[in-house]
């Protein structure tokens, strides 16, 4: 089915600016509520979102087999139960209906009161995570990690070369943007040579990722191979990995992070689908030792998304710290959900898989604080001449993300949460 969705010649009736990070060409899918009505889903246009249950109640999705109850959800996955190819046809025809093309909704103004404005609207968690995965793919990341806490000359273990390394996180802890981080505690060692303490975490780290969300998977048993993961792949969303760095380096040997990692992970409310991301397909880096036969692929696997970190407070406004890119990564996700299913894991509609830490190869690429102060000996200034090694109390941490060709501008919103005091 082809992806008429993604013509750059369409123009929508809508009024949606230039530099609009949600132009016809996009339309990701989210949950909204407003203060007449629960949640349900929408889908953003410019500075609006269309309210799909209207849409559906009106019969425009009649003959796709949607139904207004797959719309009128807290979560979006019952839409995504429907598989990839109906979400592609649901995607084309919200296109032809916002489309200066056809008319048939733009006639009827009995009708638009399916169209919200964003400001009336109040964003909630889009979907319902039955598992999470966080992979650690970045190439950049895995070194400088390597380097500041192992042999420089041997940065990366011998195994990351040859499996997309992950660990299985917690799925409950997941939360939307806007939705405050409380400082976490548990055990840190701030002196090598002592025992560890009980104390609230001092080093405080967001991770620059972007997730991607999955419809149904196979049965358990069976495995989904690169040539077929992005069928399995709804969309993509903006990711903050948040992160204990003193409480990860005590505990994290030999089973990996636990506490450090498992007390939020902020995610983008929009989900913008895999299919309106096509156009931005790009080569994955080189990848030497050849990699074994499950994990090879062909094609442009990867993604040029641009991304970058700000840090806000009280006191300043918003400061980019970082600006990096998706293209960065060692791995890409057909890789990943090929490596996560090949011993027969099941995965379901709705997990949630992380990136991992996304650095590029120069300081101001660095997805993380841990890198772009380097282990606290390179602080960050601020607008207001303090300096950051990590994150404060009540600091937030923006996270933004897009692509960008022939005039058109795909993007991801943003992913803000405010680090609150440990309670």
């Not at 109850?69 to 990839?84: I, S, T, V």
């Not at 032809?96 to 093309?101: N, Q, R, Y």
């Not at 002592?194 to 196979?218: C, H, N, V, Y």
Request: charged letters at 20%; one cysteine or more.
């Amino acid at each position: 089915m082809q992806i008429t969705a993604n013509n750059p010649a369409l123009r929508s009736w809508i009024n949606v600016e230039a530099s609009s990070e949600f132009p016809i060409q996009n339309l990701p899918f989210g949950i909204f509520e407003t203060a007449q009505s629960g949640k349900r889903v929408g889908v953003r246009i410019g500075e609006h979102v269309l309210d799909l249950s209207l849409m559906a109640s009106f019969g425009y999705f009649d003959d796709l087999h949607f139904t207004v109850a797959d719309f009128n959800q807290d979560f979006l996955n019952p839409m995504m139960r429907h598989g990839k190819l109906a979400i592609r046809a649901l995607r084309n025809r919200i296109s032809e209906l916002l489309s200066t093309d056809h008319t048939s909704f733009q006639n009827n103004p009995t009708q638009h009161h399916a169209l919200i404005s964003v400001q009336e609207v109040k964003m909630a968690m889009p979907v319902q995570i039955g598992d999470y995965t966080d992979f650690y793919s970045s190439k950049e990341h895995a070194t400088n990690v390597g380097v500041m806490f192992r042999d420089p000359a041997n940065a990366l273990l011998p195994n990351w070369l040859w499996i997309p390394v992950g660990y299985h996180g917690r799925a409950s802890s997941v939360i939307p943007s806007e939705q405050a981080v409380v400082r976490p505690k548990g055990q840190i060692k701030p002196d090598d040579n002592a025992d560890p303490i009980f104390a609230a975490s001092r080093q405080i780290d967001f991770e620059l990722e972007m997730g991607f969300i999955t419809f149904e998977g196979k049965a358990l048993g069976h495995s989904i191979s690169t040539s077929e993961a992005e069928d399995f792949i709804f969309g993509l969303c903006l990711f903050n990995d948040w992160s204990a760095r003193d409480i990860q380096k005590w505990e994290y040997v030999p089973l990996g992070p636990f506490l450090a990692k498992n007390f939020a992970s902020s995610m983008s409310c929009w989900i913008v689908t895999l299919d309106a991301l096509q156009p931005f397909a790009c080569p994955t880096p080189a990848q030497d030792p050849s990699v074994l036969s499950y994990l090879q692929f062909a094609g442009n696997k990867s993604y040029d998304i641009h991304l970058e970190v700000a840090i806000e407070a009280p006191t300043f406004p918003a400061h980019i710290v970082s600006k990096s890119n998706f293209k960065y990564m060692y791995w890409n996700m057909s890789q990943q959900l090929a490596h996560h299913t090949v011993n027969g894991c099941n995965v379901r509609c709705g997990d949630l898989m992380g990136s991992g830490t996304i650095s590029g190869p120069t300081p101001d690429s660095y997805g993380s604080m841990l890198e772009i102060a380097w282990k606290g000996t390179k602080p960050v200034q601020m607008p207001d001449g303090t300096e950051r090694r990590f994150i404060q109390d009540h600091d937030t941490v923006i996270m933004r993300g897009y692509c960008e060709q022939n005039g058109i501008k795909i993007g991801f919103g943003e992913v803000k949460s405010q680090l609150l005091p440990a309670n």
